[in-house]
Nanobody
């Protein structure tokens, strides 16, 4: 069982940067693969990025490659999403998610644990 709480959302202008954090509870955090998803107004929730339990493997959605970076600090039970060169299209509620095991997945149904979400707004 993993409990997740996102933070770091806010308002940023286009071209700016923002870093999201996801604090996880549980003694088995290091054995969980983590993911970030987002849901924009009027759109379906979509995959953003995921990271392997050991932090050495990552995968990104095409829309954020080269701009966003996912990382984790297992000692702090925290996963991060560094967002650079932000665009108005990045405006959404961002959700942290977790699943046990080493495999990386981009599908929403593969993640049983979810945070409450944090709002990110990018002005043009």
């Amino acid at each position: 069982q993993v409990q997740l709480v996102e933070s770091g959302g806010g308002l940023v202008q286009a071209g700016g940067s923002l870093r999201l954090s996801c604090a996880a509870s549980g003694r088995t955090f290091s054995s969980h693969s983590m993911g970030w998803f987002r849901q924009a107004p009027g759109k379906e929730r979509e995959f953003v990025a995921t990271i392997h339990w050991n932090g050495y493997s990552t995968y990104y959605a095409d829309s954020v490659k080269g701009r966003f970076t996912i990382s984790r600090d297992n000692a702090k039970n925290t996963v991060y999403l560094q967002m650079n060169s932000m665009k108005p299209e990045d405006t959404a509620v961002y959700y942290c998610a977790a699943r046990s095991g080493a495999n990386l997945y981009y599908q929403i149904y593969q993640y049983p644990y979810w945070g409450q979400g944090t709002q990110v707004t990018v002005s043009s």
